[in-house]
């Protein structure tokens, strides 16, 4: 929803008149039809790239008449795109702060769950049990994050005879513990880092274990997530403060302090497997994504597929994800995580039961829309393909564009008064899929996760991907709050990456004092100069010609022989 989108609404002239917070007034007021046009052209038309080779199937099925989103953001509105073209009505939840966001707008229904904080609202249960009595819905997806992979919510879910559009209790509680589901993986004959088998009792205990496992050792929280109490230690009295921290920090981020203790696997990438299972016995893998590119063991940059894998690699890490979901009698989408080293040795993580943020890309390159197949899954139906109809077609790239310091990683929050996204095809950007919960005239809140969009790039090879990338992340506007853009166009340019040569440790490594921002060269600074000169030129509207003199210290733009513009490319421009 932006300017051009509205303008056949409001007229330029009108527009031009308006501060920022009066057009968004304005837009609001339209016509609740009107409206979910608008919104159908910002998210469902720019969320649907999928490849050419897209699996299709005609099915004469029932699902669910209406489903309830236990979220927000852009995966609220990216589940309620798929269930519009199903023909599933939708209800949105909200809290106060996002009574005029996107995803709230964009729902058939909307019930609003209680206050600003998230434990008061998205996390409130009995809230969202009453949203689900007021308006009859038959099923819930709760997207990624808040009660996505919480049993709790998901058995009383079915106590109420609604439909939890994720796995079964059984598996959550498992996969969602890491010492239970290590066990598990070690059942199911999958691969596992070296470790302690236990709970680690005290400090002294994780030193004693450390120097049985050899160091360098992983401490990390039974029950953490996305980097919560977890340390490497090298020696023993980096065991005992990393004990001490990461114990701490796992009581403060989930109530549970128990700490694990296995082997460090130095230079690791971090690739994952997305599967799918029906509730008929039915498991397939659909392929690997690559998630190396971190800061603070959370996701920056994601592609599908790996540069590193090889195809004897992927099926082997495919076939042991299948044989893990097998074993919890998994059905739904979901994901396993493994460390994979130098020597392509891979090793169980974690299994995420949910869908993941990253899931776009895998959608991209196989063609399968993963929350349809998701709904499908919880409507009792059976898969609609098997191992056979998944191939890797092309590739995908995910920038994950969020309001913050790109120096630092601290959240930017405040109005966003421009914001214009790069999703005009005749400009080229037919290959771009940008998943977003928000618009411009948004506000970007303290109270929630700062993305701004998900952006993913589609092409044949790996370097046509990041091409369209380049030139999608060069044609945001964003403005109002900081944004990680220059750090993510930084990224996807430096020799390492382009060469695929990548770990977990890239970010620290290619930036140890932190992104500081790029740094022109000398060559590259008169060039910057020369360009300013031409665009000078060009918007005074005088006919040029361009001649460059064989001075060392000057450069001459020609005007018609009788004019010239003349910089001094060293310190500052002389006229």
Partial sequence: LNTAQAGESISATQRKGFGSRDYLRTVVMLSLSKLKGLLSLNTAQAGKLYTSQIITRQFAEKTFDKILIA?????????????????????????????????????????????????????????????????????VHPGYGFLSENQQ?????????????????????????????????????????????????????????????????????????????????????????????????????????????EKFIDKPRHIEIQVLADQHGNTVYLNERECSIQRRNQKVIEEAPSTFLDPETRRAMGKQAVMLAKAVDYCSAGTVEFLVDSQKKFYFLEMNTRLQVEHPITECTTGVDIVKEMIRVAAGLPLAYSQADIGINGWAVEARVYAEDPEKFLP????????????????????????????????????????????????????????????????????????????????????????????????????????????????????????????????????????????????????????????????????
């Fill in 71 to 139: 979220n927000r953001g852009e995966i609220a509105c990216r589940v309620m795109g798929t269930c519009r073209d199903m023909g599933i009505k939708t209800v949105a939840i909200y809290s106060d702060a996002d009574s005029q966001s996107l995803h709230t707008l964009m729902g058939d229904e909307k019930v609003n769950v209680g206050p600003a904080l998230a434990s008061d609202s998205y996390l409130n249960m009995d809230a969202i049990f009453r949203a689900i009595d007021q308006t009859g819905a038959q099923a």
């Fill in 153 to 261: 919510f998901a058995e009383e879910l079915a106590n109420r005879g609604v439909e939890f559009i994720g796995p079964k209790q059984h598996a959550i509680d498992v996969m969602g513990d890491k010492l239970a589901s290590k066990r598990t993986a070690l059942k199911a004959n999958v691969n596992i880092i070296p470790g302690f088998d236990g709970i680690v009792k005290d400090a002294d205990e994780a030193v004693s274990l450390a120097k049985e496992i050899g160091y360098p050792v992983m401490l990390k929280a039974s029950a953490g997530g996305g980097g919560k109490g977890m340390r490497v230690a090298w020696n023993d009295e980096e065991t005992r403060q990393g004990f001490l921290l990461a114990q701490e920090e796992a009581k403060s981020a989930v109530k549970d302090d128990r700490l694990l203790i």
């Fill in 412 to 575: 930017s929050t405040g109005y966003l008064s421009t914001y214009i996204e790069p999703v005009d095809k005749t400009k080229g950007f037919e290959n771009v899929r940008i998943d977003t919960g928000i618009f411009e005239g948004s506000t970007i809140s303290m109270y929630y996760d700062p993305m701004i969009s998900k952006l993913i790039t589609h092409g044949p090879t790996r370097q046509d991907a990041l091409n369209s990338l380049a030139e999608a992340l060069d044609h945001y506007t964003i403005r109002g709050v900081n944004h990680n853009i220059p750090l993510l166009r930084d990224i996807i340019t430096q020799p390492k990456f382009v060469q695929g040569d990548i770990t977990t440790k890239f970010i620290e490594e290619i930036y140890p004092n932190g992104f500081k921002g790029r740094s022109l060269t000398e060559i590259e600074r008169k060039q910057l100069l020369a360009a300013a000169c031409y665009m000078h030129v060009e918007r005074e509207n005088i006919a040029y010609s361009l001649v460059t003199s064989d001075c060392d210290d000057y450069e001459h733009v020609n005007i018609n022989a009788d004019r010239e513009l003349v910089v001094k490319l060293e310190d500052a421009i002389e006229r």
